[in-house]
């Protein structure tokens, strides 16, 4: 009895040893991955870096290509002060460059794309880090999928294009499935347009879309914010200007949190909520533990799907920068 106790207990002592062993190797294994990875993801945000300090010049062209290099650099470095994981650090490298990518769609032999977007911004993710949006047409599911229910009928033939802007080559997966029948005498083509402003400058009026004519409806808004000023930011109206409107528009809304559907400033208990929901959403807020920051990040969607605007001859769509 006592041989075999004794023979239990040193097998005991060698498992928990065996055990032990095996989970300080795997701690070792994932801290090596995390220094790996991160390095890797380092000398990539240094490469962005480089790009910020090469850029030069007083021309529209040369400050926007400064702006979108500076905002990549600073997203980038602040997700990989957040990454604890491998997984995560590689993650930077890869979201980093939906904003490098555009996405062009042509349809029925168009020499002109009707969809011309940074693919970041066409799936509501326009500040580099990923945030997860759960909509009716655009999912962002974990670690990175992407994906557009748009509907977007075509006659005869449909272009899709993404060009990777960026020096660092990237793996890119996809599918596209589309479906045939018979479509109306009257369709409406899909469009999708970008356009920035940094800084916004005077008066404080951003142009979400301009130039727009024929007959249509206004489906949907993504809009990424950086206030540049400490405070409250979301005041500003989102305004419609419908079929020959030019000094009042015909569709004036109460504020841009009452907008994308939130209220007081999105703020519950000295925090801002993110959340996403069929049609209209905030779903990243960055840095998420901070409030009323000029250097803070938001982006949001307002898809028009249950109330579409609908317009005859012309759209022009604004929205104010007040707090």
Not at 252 to 257: I, M, N, P, R, S
Request: proline share 5%; charged share 20%.
């Amino acid at each position: 009895m006592n041989s075999a106790l004794i023979l239990i207990v040193v097998a005991a002592a060698v498992l928990v040893v065996a055990v032990w062993w095996s989970r300080k190797q795997a701690v070792e294994h994932r801290r090596k991955q995390l220094e790996d990875a991160r390095a890797e993801a380092r000398r990539w945000t240094e490469r962005l870096g480089g790009q910020v300090l090469n850029l030069v010049g007083t021309n529209e062209a040369a400050k926007q290509a400064l702006a979108d290099a500076s905002e990549r650099h600073g997203a980038a470095i602040s997700q990989l002060d957040q990454a604890d994981s491998a997984e995560k650090c590689r993650l930077t490298t890869e979201t980093a460059s939906i904003r490098q990518q555009v996405l062009r769609m042509y349809w029925d032999g168009e020499a002109e794309p009707s969809v011309e977007v940074p693919l970041g911004d066409f799936f509501c993710n326009g500040w580099v880090q990923l945030a997860l949006v759960d909509s009716a047409v655009v999912v962002v599911a974990p670690a990175g999928g992407f994906n557009s229910y748009w509907p977007m009928p075509f006659r005869s033939r449909a272009l899709i294009t993404l060009e990777n802007t960026g020096r660092r080559t990237v793996p890119v997966y996809y599918q596209v499935t589309y479906q045939e029948r018979e479509l109306p005498e009257r369709i409406a083509h899909f469009h999708a347009s970008w356009r920035r402003n940094n800084p916004l400058g005077e008066p404080a009026v951003h142009t979400i879309v301009d130039g727009i004519e024929g007959s249509g409806q206004y489906v949907g808004t993504y809009l990424a914010v950086r206030p540049g000023a400490s405070g409250w930011w979301g005041e500003g109206e989102v305004k419609f200007y419908l079929d020959g409107d030019r000094e009042f528009p015909t569709i004036c809304g109460t504020g841009t949190e009452d907008y994308f559907g939130g209220a007081w400033n999105f703020d519950v208990d000295g925090r801002y909520v993110p959340y996403s929901t069929a049609c209209l959403g905030m779903p990243q807020v960055l840095p998420p533990n901070e409030i009323y920051k000029a250097h803070q990040r938001f982006g949001l969607y307002r898809w028009h799907l249950p109330d579409p605007i609908a317009f005859e001859r012309d759209l022009r769509v604004t929205v104010q920068a007040l707090g």
